[in-house]
């Protein structure tokens, strides 16, 4: 350890989890979030407000959406629909000043052309496959120019596809201090079907990193499931993720290495940006995951981001 370094004594949360789940439940107990967040109250919290520990953020995010699974395993329409609204979400003049807030100039998003991947996918897709992937698909130029330390590759899993945050020799990179005896070993326990959404983190390849997030096609019961239409989960998801991994994108190096001084903007007792409106929406997630009304017109399904500004969720 050196002098810069603080260790953690507790799990950061990279993840996106359905209120009062199986999954929910589990990652409090290991995060240390405060209990409190279970009450579906919009009261203002500042107790809640995330600190800036220091870590580095992205100003100018760029991201690629990737569609696995190939084109039979999407319909065209709901690839679109993903791409225009998260193209127009993420550079929406209102909803991006409350991330705004949390950097010293301006912010800027640019969504690069999508992408369709070749490959079936079967049953489960777990998190060193996500890895794994995120290597080869910016080997194979899915990250255009841009520049990776500023690039999240989005994976999007097609329909039926179980996401595991864990890997698939059944080992857990979640050990960090403050984990509950037996919860890493507890596949279950974090998965999409006990209300696993999606994850953000970052891989080494050579001597870059790389960062990416993965998210399910929420519908039925896999995945959190908050809109009368899949995509528009697919949609709200990813969103989530992507300011998370803007504001926060070392959270995957400070879970494996202890180190604090890595996280960006993190509340102790709530988590990422995305992660305590989610928390506070309790069983009633239409509270934080809306269709919103954009400045350039039309709607876009998205969730509400945490605003130190307003100590709550806020959509300007």
Known sequence: MTQQEVRIDFRPLNVVLAPGSKAHRGYAVAGGLDEGLLAPTFQPRPDLDLTNHRGRTIADL??????LGGNAAWQRSDRGNIDQALDASMSDANLQGVIAQYYSGPISSRMLPSI?????????????VAEQTTVK?????????????????????????????????GSQERRAPGLPSGFEEDDEAADSTQG??????SVHDGTRTLYYAVGVYSDGNNGIVAFDEPWKNVCATFYHELNEARTDPDVEEVIRTGNMRLLGWYSRKGGEIGDIPMALAGADLSRVMQEITLVEGGTAPIQLMWSNRDHGPAAR
Not at 62 to 67: D, G, K, L
Not at 151 to 156: R, S
Not at 196 to 201: S, V
Request: include cysteine; glycine fraction near 16%.
């Open 62 to 67: 760029t991201f690629v959406n990737c569609y």
């Open 116 to 128: 369709v991947v070749d490959g079936a996918l079967h049953g489960k897709f777990f998190k060193d």
């Open 137 to 169: 698909l910016a080997a194979d130029g899915a990250l255009g120019d841009a520049d990776p330390a500023n690039t999240v590759i989005n994976m999007m899993l097609p329909k039926g596809i179980v996401l595991v945050d864990g890997n698939s020799d």
């Open 196 to 201: 696993l959404g999606g994850y953000h983190g």
